[in-house]
């Protein structure tokens, strides 16, 4: 069951920082998850190391054991199942952000994806290391939040099935079990006429840590005039990523023209409790989440524009 470690020889290695480890890479889920089961939370799960590697290098915390999911296959896959697509684990970034069906169905979140890090980071991150390391910051939360994402966890007693606003409970924690992996992202196919917008602030255009971030999701109606249905989640402004539910009771059965942008902004505002940090302080974030939520709405009207052309 152990596995080599790049030219390291099978059976107990030496990591980089010269302490001995165990290091497991399995092909199959069913044996990733007979290793949880038997080491528990004596054992790091590593997708593309993109977090944990730093932090473990940072000497936070002590691993004995390492389950590196990089050989499972299905956990890298894209699928359209019935109404809902299904995406796996250790899709990467890259693969988010050139996959014709996420750009196609899911704008908001492909968007994202290209707004993270650096092309290398993109080639190795993952959308569940994203999820798991649970960072009030992390780029794809609140866009999963607000394509009404659920989270399929798996364990050797079975299947769970979350919701995405349910998974995350404070910053870098999570409702996930030491003997549960997350192994797919299931996001419904969104109706005809549905309209997002993606908005990032940071101190650089790149290869930053987010301040705060926007994912605003509009379904219209028919008529493509009034607001069937929306969902506006942020990031970084709050202990964990959030929707700002009073913004669909304000918008649902309302044509865009009818909207007081000004108002549904000051909404935003009120409702987030960020913080001061090394990255902003908790008023500036406040006065950014209000004027971002006025941008997103008249890109989705640009969209709408679009369409009556």
């Not at 301040?211 to 379904?219: M, P, R, S």
């Not at 028919?222 to 989640?233: G, L």
Request: with cysteine; charged share 30%.
């Amino acid at each position: 069951m152990e596995e080599s470690f790049g030219d390291l020889k099978k059976g107990q290695k030496t990591c980089q920082r010269t302490i001995p480890c165990q290091y497991f890479a399995p092909q199959k889920i069913e044996k990733a998850l007979e290793i949880l089961a038997r080491y528990g939370k004596e054992i790091k799960v590593i997708a593309g190391g993109t977090d944990l590697l730093i932090q473990y290098y940072d000497r936070l915390y002590e691993v004995g054991s390492w389950l590196d999911l990089k050989n499972i296959k299905e956990l890298k896959e894209i699928k359209i199942h019935q109404n809902q697509m299904e995406i796996g684990a250790m899709v990467t970034h890259t693969q988010l952000e050139k996959s014709q069906d996420i750009k196609k169905y899911y704008p908001v979140l492909n968007q994202s994806a290209a707004d993270i890090g650096s092309p290398q980071i993109r080639n190795r991150g993952t959308i569940g290391g994203n999820i798991v390391n649970a960072s009030p910051a992390g780029d794809l939360l609140a866009p999963l939040m607000a394509y009404d994402a659920q989270f399929r966890l798996l364990s050797i007693q079975g299947e769970k099935i979350v919701p995405a606003e349910e998974f995350f409970v404070g910053p870098k924690k999570t409702i996930l079990e030491s003997a549960q992996l997350l192994t797919q992202i299931i996001l419904p196919l969104p109706p005809e006429r549905t309209y997002g917008s993606w908005i990032k602030i940071g101190k650089r255009k790149a290869l930053i840590i987010a301040t705060i971030t926007l994912g605003l999701v509009v379904e219209m109606a028919e008529d493509n005039k009034t607001v069937k249905d929306v969902r506006a989640c942020l990031g970084s402004v709050a202990p964990t990523p959030i929707e700002i539910k009073e913004i669909r009771k304000k918008m649902v059965g309302k044509n865009f023209d009818q909207l007081d942008f000004a108002e549904l902004g000051q909404i935003v505002e009120d409702k987030i409790s960020p913080i001061d940090d090394i990255r902003s302080t908790r008023e500036y974030r406040k006065d950014v989440a209000k004027n971002i939520m006025i941008n997103a709405l008249k890109e989705i009207i640009s969209q709408l524009e679009g369409d009556y052309k």
